[in-house]
């Protein structure tokens, strides 16, 4: 099939490549004439690992064009997916200009009968206002199809070249078989139901996984005063089939483009039709708190804060992406310095967008773990890449100024910390 893809974010980025990648002739659009430029080299402006190679090979086989041509790449195409961003607005709730601007330049462009399907998350109803926006610009026929996506960041090949489930919303069902035949390449586990419950299926996972870790940290919280062990209540909750044990690793709470801004969306799009949503409100707060629990365990081990210097392992909001759009990182760095502490600060590729957000004469931007660890007062790990499982902790102990570790991912076993040396705290475990 001919697909244009508006859009060149993670969500539009990764489907275009896939979809090509399974024998699709798709062009991926974006107004950023710089990012298509990159684009156009294999080189991608977002960090995903394997996306420039899978660029390459598409680019080479035919198969996928980039290009700031919106109105040519629309006319080329048989379906133009939605996939720019809907940011929030100060007040929570989703920003939709750009996609209420996408859709107008689609519909002022159409050439011919189009199918038109939104991949960006938007609030229950919004496709229906994607409609009218394009029948403002068009007087020829097309049809409108939600197909919300689940990739995660850091692992949004795998999840789109092999997702659980997709799911398609649509109000013609004469565009199921289109609609299924697109999708299957890809898993035959294809749920088609309405449009307006596919977007609220975005939004409900989305609030339902941070529930897990809002849920799991503050059973967390409760170990460490019972005496018990958050990993292992984990694994013990997670063998029932029911729960499930992905989403309850316990931690310094979720952070990225995706959580914080759907589960604030979420309770906005209740709040609209005078519903409190109180379960997701308490979510959020127990997330934001969350963050804080670092700053404590440093006060407590250090006395106070002012003047000592605090080695952090990982700015990102998760491994594997230099994202760091709402990552605790900003707000733990940002509580240190105003306390009075120099921060160190290493992570194997966030630095840039890090050094683009925050600057301060108590930051040190280090080269390595070892170097952010040297002579501090103690280490705080963020965010759990492979890169800090591997140090050797008995030498973190060595070079350190105070032997304090706080491992706000619980990514070190209690066997590795013994004989190590180190003064060791971890989140909703005994130390
Ligand atoms: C999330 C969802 O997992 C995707 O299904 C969804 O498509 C995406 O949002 C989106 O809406 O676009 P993502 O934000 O990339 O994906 O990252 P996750 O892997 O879900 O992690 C989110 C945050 O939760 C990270 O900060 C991570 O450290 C934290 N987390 C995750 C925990 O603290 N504990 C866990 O057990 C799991």
Same mark, same amino acid.
């Given at each position: 099939m001919k697909l244009a893809v508006i859009g060149t974010g993670y969500v539009g980025l990764v489907s275009g490549v896939c979809f090509a990648q399974k024998g699709n002739e798709v062009i991926c659009v974006d107004l950023e004439q710089h990012k298509i430029d990159m684009l156009n080299r294999a080189e991608s402006p977002i960090y995903e690992p394997g996306i420039e190679e899978l660029i390459a090979l598409n680019l080479e086989a035919g198969r996928l064009e980039f290009t700031s041509d919106l109105a040519d790449a629309v006319r080329r195409s048989d379906i133009v997916i939605l996939a720019v961003g809907t940011p929030s607005l100060?007040?929570?709730?989703?920003?939709l200009s750009y996609i209420e601007q996408a859709a107008a330049d689609v519909g002022k462009a159409m050439n011919g009968y189009k199918i038109i399907m939104t991949k960006s998350t938007v609030p229950v109803g919004t496709n229906e206002k994607i409609k009218d926006v394009l029948a403002r610009h068009t007087s020829l026929s097309f049809d409108i199809v939600s197909a919300p996506e689940f990739l995660r960041e850091g692992s949004a090949i795998n999840d789109t070249l092999h997702p659980d489930r997709i799911i398609i919303g649509l109000d %013609?069902?004469?565009l199921r078989e289109t609609m299924v035949t697109l999708h299957q390449v890809f898993t035959d586990k294809i749920y088609v139901t309405d449009i307006r419950s596919a977007e609220m299926i975005k939004y409900a996972s989305n609030a339902f996984l941070a529930t897990k870790i809002s849920f799991i940290n503050e059973i967390a919280n409760i170990c460490e005063k019972v005496g018990a062990d958050v990993t292992c209540v984990a694994d013990g909750m997670g063998m029932d089939k029911r729960i499930g044990s992905s989403f309850l690793q316990a931690g310094i709470g979720y952070g990225g483009s995706c959580f914080p801004k759907d589960t604030n969306a979420l309770i906005q799009i209740a709040g609209n039709v005078d519903y409190e949503f109180k379960l997701l409100k308490s979510v959020v707060e127990v997330n934001t708190d969350q963050r804080f629990m670092i700053v404590s365990k440093l006060r407590e081990s250090l006395?106070?804060? %002012?003047g000592v210097s605090i080695g952090i392992w990982g700015l990102a909001f998760k491994p594997n992406t230099d994202d760091i759009r709402e990552a605790p990182a900003l707000e733990i760095v940002e509580t240190l310095i105003q306390a009075g502490a120099i921060v160190k600060l290493y992570d194997p590729i966030a630095m840039d967008k890090f050094k683009e957000r925050v600057d301060h004469p108590n930051i040190m931007w280090c080269s390595s773990p070892q170097q952010a660890a040297e002579g501090s007062d103690a280490v705080c790990l963020l965010t759990d890449w492979e890169e800090f499982k591997k140090v050797d902790l008995v030498q973190l102990a060595s070079i350190l100024h105070k032997p304090v570790l706080i491992d706000g991912r619980n990514v070190f076993a209690e066997e590795q910390i013994q004989g190590s040396g180190l003064e060791y705290y971890s989140v909703g475990r005994p130390r």
């Open positions: 100060a007040n929570g709730e989703a920003n %013609n069902t004469g006395g106070q804060l %002012n």
